[in-house]
């Protein structure tokens, strides 16, 4: 099956850096999703992203399916940006893989 | 409007008990699963449903069977529990196979 190793597993940032998380798969996709869990445990939808490059906000992520990678970007990181990021990806037999995350700690 | 919810939130039970959390999204989706999420916060798929059809069962132990009165339910029933299903159990819906996916807030079971 699909392999998803997301880089780096752990970032402390100080408030106000910008920072860039990778996922890199090992087989073509047919969708991938950046989601942020926050402190509190819930899963947030980022982006569905499966090629191309999408911005919200400060945030913005980048999916070259061809090369098998995609970036997240966090700018101007702010103390509730903290929490696990994942990359999760779909590529046969409708099974999605996620990535096991980034974890971010933005100190104040 | 909560699109994807699930109940209860929080759920402690004794080591053989049966147990059932609910899912319920008014999304108008056609597509619904159920993560495992691990103490590593390691997100594992057990179960997919479309169109109230049963596409994707990992291999998880048949203890959990789950149940689709209707496609905008999905129901996870565990029965005899044990130490080691104490996780975060996920619900999540999409318009169907392959495309976005939401999540609900989770159900956190612990098995004392």
């Known amino acids: 099956g699909i392999q998803v190793e997301q880089s780096p597993p752990d970032l402390i940032l100080q408030e106000g850096a910008n920072s860039t998380l990778r996922c890199n798969f090992s087989?073509?996709?047919?969708?991938l999703q950046w989601f942020h869990q926050n402190p509190w445990g819930q899963l947030i939808n980022l982006f569905y992203?499966?090629?191309g490059t999408k911005q919200n906000g400060r945030l913005s992520a980048t999916t070259v399916a061809t090369e098998r990678y995609s970036l997240l970007y966090i700018s101007s990181s702010q103390t509730t940006d903290s929490g696990v990021y994942f990359c999760?990806?779909?590529?046969?037999?409708?099974?999605?893989?996620f990535g096991a995350g980034t974890r971010l700690f933005v100190k104040a | 409007d909560t699109a994807v919810s699930q109940t209860p939130k929080y759920l402690v039970t004794q080591m053989g008990n049966d147990k059932s959390i609910k899912c319920e999204q008014n999304?108008?989706?056609?597509?619904m699963y159920w993560y495992k999420q691990d103490s590593k916060k390691f997100l594992k798929i057990m179960f997919s449903?479309?169109?109230?059809?049963?596409?994707i069962n990992e291999t998880v132990p048949n203890r959990f069977s789950p149940k689709s009165p209707d496609k905008a339910h999905l129901n996870l029933h565990i029965n005899s529990l044990e130490l080691g299903d104490s996780a975060v159990y996920f619900c999540?819906?999409?318009?169907?196979?392959?495309?976005?996916?939401?999540f609900g807030q989770g159900t956190r079971l612990t098995v004392v």
């Open positions: 449903y479309n169109n109230k059809e049963l596409i």
């Open positions: 087989d073509s996709v047919n969708n």
């Open positions: 999304l108008g989706h056609d597509t």
């Open positions: 992203i499966p090629s």
């Open positions: 999760a990806v779909e590529g046969g037999g409708f099974k999605t893989i």
């Open positions: 999540a819906s999409s318009t169907s196979m392959n495309t976005e996916a939401f």
